[in-house]
């Protein structure tokens, strides 16, 4: 489920999850890679539609302490030895084990970020994920391929762009 930026119209999409590399793409469709491009993404195939198992074992993939450690690490010595000009580093954390509305959830996103791509999905195995952002990372129509340069932050008493802004421009 997702609704793009500046928009009202609600999307659902429904199908089934396929592991592909962004080359074996043939055709438009919803697509999620992972922060790594030695691992398959996952595209929806939406010609392909059946019925679920409930399985209770799904769980979210966590970062623990251990794991974000030896992540941050890598990502230092990237900076250090200048293979890296800017990395980004997240980590998933566990949330309340409060029941929570997903829908309702969504739908105040919506409200709350009406200049942002709000999204909602769920992929077996790897839990569901919701998120909001004013950021189109990329979008193709196979034959050109558009992104939007977002990075860096100004603030609000900020006039103008500093070299460190200008430089994050120019990577992205």
């Known amino acids: ?3 793009y930026t500046g928009e009202k119209k609600i999307h ?25 491009d030695t691992q398959k993404g996952f595209a929806l195939n939406e010609s392909i539609i059946k019925k679920v ?11 623990d302490r251990k794991k974000y450690i030896a992540n941050f690490r890598y990502f230092h010595s990237q900076l250090v030895s200048g293979k890296a000009d800017k990395l980004v580093l997240s980590k998933v954390k566990k949330g309340s084990t409060e029941k929570i509305n997903i829908g309702k959830t969504f739908f ?7 200049k942002a791509t709000v999204t909602l999905y769920f992929i077996p195995r790897h839990g569901i994920w919701m998120g909001a952002t004013p950021e189109l990372l990329l979008s193709s129509d196979l034959k050109n391929t558009f992104s939007m340069s977002l ?17 994050e421009q120019q990577m992205v």
Request: glycine share 6%; hydrophobic share 35%.
């Open 108 to 114: 105040i996103l919506c409200k709350n970020y009406p």
């Open 53 to 63: 198992r409930n399985d209770k074992s799904i769980i979210p993939i966590l970062s």
């Open 151 to 167: 990075a860096g932050t100004m603030a609000p008493d900020q006039k103008f762009w500093t070299g460190k802004e200008e430089t």
């Open 12 to 36: 659902v999409k429904t199908g089934i999850w396929e592991r592909k590399f962004i080359g074996e793409i043939k055709e438009k469709c919803f697509f999620i890679q992972p922060f790594s």
């Open 1 to 3: 489920i997702y609704r």
